[in-house]
């Protein structure tokens, strides 16, 4: 994975597409004063309603969205572009529920047993009635990450099949030569970890949490991998029995036991000549699953566009659906609704009067736009990974994504949050953008939280769509500086992925509707612009753009003879 350009180079050059075609039309204007408060509002009441129970993956509430959601963009008169000539994409997803109580861990100089949900999180790998690991050792591996672009690798080619990984979260951030510093990259996620750890034979893997490193507190772990987990049907290839997270303290015991240090094995990973450090200590546990197939699925509907060659061609707007459903194990009088307002209910209404304002332009735009409602996102992005494999138009011709996840609800700003910012021709025409609204483009402003690999057009973008991804601005109007900082940080240790993520009427939609109105005027300047966006040059996507493209110029081969017509 190559290091981001330099953002100056981003900021300081004018888009190719921005030169070549006015910024906006004065109908596109028009048509984005179709966006306001009360609609944004209405569609966040419903989604978000105690009635869809937190809309988790394949259940009612879930269903119900999904009708909503399509309902909505039928009355606004746009096609189905779903399966089968409906509006919806279903695909199964296999869920898992674990039933993990201990952890247990084993040295010549004593034992210990972590207490579940307490200590230590854990859920199966597999598929199958059983997870287990008996008597694994344990190897801490420092970040666990093999990088040959910066010559890093964690592994050093120890033999780690059956082993149990003890992993840092995130990745080196000491040195800003690699691994783009303090701006956490794909290495520094923990679906990469376990991916990893899976790859070199490992039967399971237990991350380090720390509220630093993960850019959020234990509970957001205990919460968001506790009760059943999703996954796409199992595919071939390597798994993990076990996926674990520890709390820090607990990790700590577990090392003296080893009679290692924490804060020494952790210098020591900062280095490219880190070894493994077998720590002298098995780890075992065993616990039942329950696994069942469970029906979800992606919500997609098509303006078509109105040239005949350039229609062919679709923006992509998308947004999840799914929340985290139902609170396991509530007492009498606690609010156990998932309920998910701000993520991402706040997102699909603003994706809805998005399709709003296109439908108030006078004609279609040149290409077409395509918007998408995806699942189980909070299970890993697992529905729009299934649309990427299975999308209904290829992916040389999606000519780029917007994605939506969350809204500002804390009022205007002066700036904005392009995540990403750095990566590809878009940078330039957001930047123009947000100047007719009197606002600066800032870079992802919590670059250390990796929030560009945790969200949905992370797949797109792994396929070589051109992606932009936005974040609230922090400059607010009227405040002091760093209130927009206070106000995020006292959302994610209060409300994120908790129950009280609920529509509240103090939320000042003000800077939602700003952004909205950006994120409409932004894929309509893409969709008549003559040329496609496109990654900068050696981007870690820009491999995956042209293999695309020269995929939509190779010829289809001929059906074999006895094959269908």
Do not use: C
């Amino acid at each position: 994975m190559k290091r981001l350009l330099p953002l100056v180079l981003a900021l300081s050059s004018t888009s190719a597409l921005a030169q070549r075609v006015p910024l906006s039309t004065p109908a596109e204007k028009a048509a984005s004063t179709s966006i306001d408060a009360d609609v944004l509002r209405a569609h966040i009441r419903f989604l978000a309603h105690d009635l869809l129970e937190g809309r988790g993956p394949g259940t009612r509430g879930d269903a119900l969205g999904q009708a909503y959601i399509a309902s909505q963009l039928e009355a606004l008169g746009l096609k189905p572009a779903g399966t089968d000539g409906t509006f919806f994409q279903p695909f199964d997803l296999v869920g898992i529920t674990s039933h993990p109580k201990s952890m247990a861990f084993r040295a010549p100089q004593g034992h210990l047993d972590l207490k579940f949900h307490e200590d230590f999180i854990a859920v199966s790998g597999v598929q199958s009635p059983e997870a287990s690991l008996d008597s694994s050792e344990l190897v801490f591996v420092g970040y666990g990450i093999q990088a040959p672009e910066y010559a890093w690798d964690d592994f050093k080619g120890m033999d780690l099949r059956g082993k149990t990984l003890l992993v840092l979260n995130n990745d080196p951030e000491d040195d800003p030569r690699i691994f783009a510093g303090r701006t956490r990259l794909w290495y520094g996620r923990w679906d990469y970890k376990y991916e990893q750890a899976a790859k070199v034979g490992a039967a399971g893997a237990i991350i380090l949490h720390t509220t630093a490193s993960a850019g959020y507190p234990w509970q957001v772990v205990q919460s968001s991998w506790s009760g059943e987990q999703f996954e796409l049907p199992e595919a071939s290839g390597p798994r993990l029995q076990v996926k674990g997270w520890a709390t820090e303290d607990a990790t700590r015991r577990v090392l003296r036991l080893a009679g290692e240090d924490l804060e020494a094995l952790r210098e020591a990973a900062r280095s490219r000549d880190f070894q493994p450090v077998p720590l002298g200590v098995t780890v075992s546990t065993r616990f039942a699953t329950e696994v069942r197939r469970r029906p979800t699925g992606n919500v997609l509907a098509m303006l078509p566009g109105s040239d005949p060659k350039l229609s062919q061609e679709v923006v992509l707007y998308s947004a999840h659906h799914d929340h985290l459903g139902m609170k396991d194990g509530g007492r009498g009088g606690e609010d156990t609704i998932y309920n998910g307002a701000l993520d991402n209910a706040a997102g699909v209404s603003a994706m809805l009067a998005v399709a709003r304002a296109y439908r108030a332009l006078p004609q279609p735009p040149r290409r077409s736009i395509l918007f998408a409602a995806v699942a189980a996102e909070e299970q890993g992005l697992l529905g729009s990974q299934y649309l990427a494999e299975h999308p209904p138009v290829p992916a040389g011709r999606i000519a780029a994504n917007v994605n939506i996840d969350g809204a500002n609800i804390h009022g205007r700003t002066r700036d904005i949050t392009v995540i990403g910012l750095g990566k590809s021709s878009l940078d330039g025409l957001i930047t123009s953008l947000a100047k007719t609204q009197n606002r600066v483009v800032k870079a992802d402003q919590l670059a250390d939280r990796g929030f560009f690999y945790r969200s949905d057009q992370f797949n797109f973008a792994r396929r070589g769509i051109p992606a932009a991804y936005f974040g609230s601005g922090m400059d607010f109007i009227g405040r002091p500086e760093g209130w927009g900082r206070l106000q995020r940080e006292a959302w994610e240790s209060k409300h994120y992925h908790q129950p009280s993520d609920e529509l509240r009427p103090e939320w000042d939609m003000s800077g939602a509707v700003e952004d909205a109105r950006l994120f409409f005027l932004l894929g309509a300047h893409v969709a008549r612009a003559p040329e496609l966006p496109r990654w900068n040059k050696g981007d870690e996507f820009e491999a995956a753009r042209l293999a695309a493209l020269e995929a939509l110029r190779a010829p289809r081969p001929e059906p074999t003879e006895g094959a269908s017509k």
